[in-house]
């Protein structure tokens, strides 16, 4: 009997030992995945410096969180706002401007090759860069300022965005043709719809003809 006794009571010592290795490990992941989250979180106060700004500028918030950049210089305002959109929001961006180019898999994975392939064939990359060749001096000044301050932005955080700590991935700096992949993306997304129906209508006319295609899908009258 003073054996079973004893047998139990050294199970039930390694038990709980067990259960509290367990439940200091679950605290220290908790605690652990509180400060990343902490850590990429935006800057909300405070005084920050931002390299190559011409005057001091302030940004200010209103009553539903939406920013408001007062600046003197303009190129100072789209260094400000890269700044703050990098801070909230890098990695929407960072996915805007893979998908455009066809590069989301890169950190995606396998699940998203056929959406690369499928922009690929527009050599979105390629056309943004030839576009970023054809800007005017002023433009190129307003998109390098904004790449800037959202590079100043993202290096401003402490931890990077936490969607990259689950990817296990490192965020890639910005660039300017970045900006226009994602007016590129945004054309996209407003318009892919539209531009899939009328190949469809392209098609159906091929099929049915001017006459009965005319009569399915009448342009209407003057008004």
Not at 53 to 78: C, F, H, W, Y
Not at 150 to 166: E, F, K
Not at 201 to 207: A, C, F, G, N, Y
Request: with cysteine.
């Amino acid at each position: 009997m003073i054996a079973k006794k004893t047998g139990f009571k050294k199970f039930a010592c390694v038990f709980r030992n067990i259960v509290l290795g367990l439940l200091v490990l679950v605290l220290l992941i908790v605690a652990g995945a509180y400060l990343a989250l902490r850590g990429s979180l935006p800057r909300l106060e405070g005084d920050t410096g931002l390299a190559a700004l011409k005057a001091p500028v302030t940004l200010t918030r209103d009553e539903r969180g939406t920013v408001q950049i007062s600046a003197k210089d303009m190129n100072d305002a789209m260094r400000a706002l890269g700044f703050v959109h990098a801070q909230e929001r890098f990695f929407e961006m960072d996915l805007a401007r893979r998908s455009a180019a066809g590069e989301l898999s890169v950190i995606l994975g396998n699940a998203t090759v056929k959406i690369d392939k499928d922009k690929r064939m527009h050599r979105l990359r390629a056309r943004m860069e030839a576009a970023w060749k054809r800007l005017s001096a002023g433009e190129r000044e307003g998109v390098t300022a904004y790449m800037s301050g959202v590079n100043a932005g993202l290096a401003a955080l402490s931890v990077r965005p936490w969607q990259y700590l689950l990817l296990r991935a490192e965020p890639e700096p910005w660039r300017e043709v970045d900006s226009l992949l994602v007016v590129s993306e945004m054309y996209f997304m407003l318009q892919s719809r539209s531009i899939e129906e009328r190949f469809n209508e392209i098609e159906l006319r091929k099929r049915i003809g001017d006459k009965v295609f005319d009569w399915v899908k009448p342009l209407g009258g003057e008004w």
